[in-house]
C-alpha cells in the first residue's frame, strides 16, 4: 500500500473523502512543480495556498485545505516518513461567518405554508426538510422510501452521518411526516421524492429553479436550500432550543460550528449589556 491511501485507510466516511479530494489536489500541483508529498516544503505549502486564493476559492475553503494538509503531515510526522512538518508554521487563513441569505421567522413561516399549495404542493416536502429539519441541499434527493421510520411513537427520517458512514436518525415534525407519506404513496422502497413531471428523483437544477419560482411567487427574498438549513440553525437557537441538541439536530461536529450558522448571535451578544447593567442595580437580596 503506497502512502497516500495508507494514510487515508485510517479515515472513513464523509472525512475520508474530503481528505482524498483536497489530498489529490495537492498531490498534481506537487507533481507540476517537480517535486512531492514527502520533499514538500512550507514554501509549497504557502505558494499553494496563495495560488488557491487568487483563483476565487474562499477564506474558508483554503483553511479546510490546509487542516486536511496539516492531518497528512502531522501523520508523516509521527510515522517517520519525514522528520519535520510544513504546515506547522502556516498561518490559517482567517474568515467569520458567511453572509448566505437566509429567511426571518415570519417569512419562514410563510414559505412553509405557501409551499404546501404552490404547483400542487410538488416542493412542499423538499422546503419542509430544509427548513425544519436542516438537511443539507442535496440530501431531500437522496433519500429512499426506506429511509422513513418510527420511534415510540414519533416519525423519523434516516439521513447520512455526517462524519463516518451510515446513517443517523432524525425525528420529524408531524406535518413533515404527512407529506413524505404522501410523497412515498404506498410504495415500499425507491426514490422517496419524485418530480411530478418527469416520474424520476429531482435533480439539483430543478430543484433550485422551482424554489426560486416558488419565493418569488410568494413575494418572498431569494435564498437557496443552504439558506433555508442557516435558518433552522438559527431559528431553534432563537426559539431556546439547547444548542447541543441544535448541534446534533444538524449534524455538526462541535457546538462551535453550530455557532458559526447563528445569525442572530450578534444581537444576542449585544443584548448582553443591558440586562447586565439591570441584574448589577437591582438591590441586592
Not at 506537487?30 to 477564506?59: M, N, P
Amino acid at each position: 500500500m503506497t502512502m497516500l491511501p495508507r494514510f487515508l485507510a485510517r479515515l472513513s466516511g464523509r472525512t475520508r473523502r474530503n481528505y482524498a479530494d483536497d489530498l489529490a489536489l495537492w498531490d498534481r500541483w506537487l507533481v507540476k512543480r517537480g517535486t512531492d508529498l514527502i520533499a514538500a516544503s512550507r514554501q509549497d505549502v504557502e505558494e499553494w495556498l496563495a495560488e488557491r486564493r487568487e483563483g476565487g476559492v474562499s477564506a474558508r475553503t483554503a483553511a479546510t485545505n490546509l487542516s486536511h494538509l496539516r492531518g497528512l503531515y502531522r501523520w508523516m510526522l509521527r510515522e517517520g516518513i519525514r522528520p519535520d512538518d510544513p504546515t506547522s508554521l502556516v498561518d490559517s487563513p482567517c474568515y467569520g461567518r458567511s453572509e448566505r441569505a437566509w429567511l426571518g421567522r415570519g417569512d419562514t413561516r410563510r414559505l412553509l405554508d405557501a409551499s404546501r399549495t404552490w404547483s400542487g404542493g410538488e416542493l412542499a416536502a423538499h422546503v419542509h426538510l430544509w427548513a425544519l429539519s436542516g438537511l443539507r441541499p442535496g440530501e431531500p434527493r437522496g433519500l429512499r422510501v426506506e429511509d422513513l421510520g418510527s420511534s415510540d411513537g414519533r416519525s423519523t427520517l434516516g439521513v447520512p452521518a455526517t462524519k463516518s458512514p451510515g446513517r443517523e436518525r432524525l425525528t420529524l415534525p408531524d406535518v413533515t411526516a404527512r407529506l413524505l407519506r404522501e410523497a412515498a404513496g404506498g410504495r415500499r422502497r425507491g426514490p422517496l421524492l419524485l418530480h411530478p413531471r418527469t416520474g424520476r428523483p429531482w435533480t439539483a437544477a430543478s430543484e433550485r429553479a422551482r424554489l426560486h419560482r416558488l419565493l418569488d411567487d410568494a413575494g418572498l427574498p431569494t435564498v437557496t436550500p443552504y439558506g433555508l438549513r442557516t435558518g433552522f440553525i438559527t431559528h431553534a437557537l432563537a426559539a431556546g432550543i439547547d444548542e447541543r441538541l441544535v448541534m446534533i439536530s444538524a449534524r455538526h461536529i462541535s457546538s462551535a460550528q453550530t455557532a458559526r450558522y447563528d445569525r442572530l448571535r450578534d444581537q444576542v451578544e449585544r443584548a448582553v449589556g443591558p440586562a447586565l447593567a439591570q441584574w448589577l442595580s437591582a438591590p441586592r437580596p
